[in-house]
């Protein structure tokens, strides 16, 4: 499958069956993400593997959109870790780096035959405080990930793209 078939291949799965995720697919997937490039290669991301019971019901208590996947990933931006532009305030990447760090791990999932969903419908800061985190951290996603449940399916949305004449500008 080249990476065009696999990019709209790939759709958001919010049904998931109760099959664990096998560890070396997990592995695999959280390698995807360390692989990934970020401004500086300051590296300024955590990713926490939700899947026991007691963080996967704190975290269904946080979310409605943990979509009873087995497993949830939670990425973080470590704000003392990111790269700042020093030409202009407030221009920083630690977020944006965390979301490319997901988006790896979100593609060699479906890669391996694991759905996911990028959530941002969660409180971060009480996020943080429920899972004990640094308070230089800030939770930027959650990625409930396991394999489909058989009948799911892509939203209505899913293929409606606005054309490239309406988002890119050749200057």
Known sequence: ??????AKARYSVRKFSEK????EKLEQILEAGRIAPT????????????????????IRELTPCAFNAP???????CRDEQWVNDMEKGF????????IV??????????????????????PTRTADVFHLSHNETPVLLMPMGY??????????????????????YL
Request: hydrophobic fraction near 45%.
């Open 1 to 6: 499958m080249t990476f065009m078939e696999l």
């Open 20 to 23: 664990p995720i096998e560890k």
């Open 39 to 58: 401004a500086h290669n300051y590296q300024p991301y955590r990713v926490y593997v939700l899947q026991s019971s007691d963080a996967i019901a704190k």
């Open 71 to 77: 497993a949830v990933l939670m990425v973080t931006a």
């Open 92 to 99: 920083v990447m630690g977020e944006v780096d965390a979301a």
């Open 102 to 123: 997901a988006t790896h791990m979100m593609l060699e999932a479906w890669e391996l035959g694991i759905a996911s969903c990028w959530v941002a419908h969660f409180p």
């Open 148 to 169: 489909p449940q058989e009948g799911a399916h892509p939203s209505h949305l899913h293929e409606q793209r606005r054309p490239l004449s309406e988002l890119v500008r």
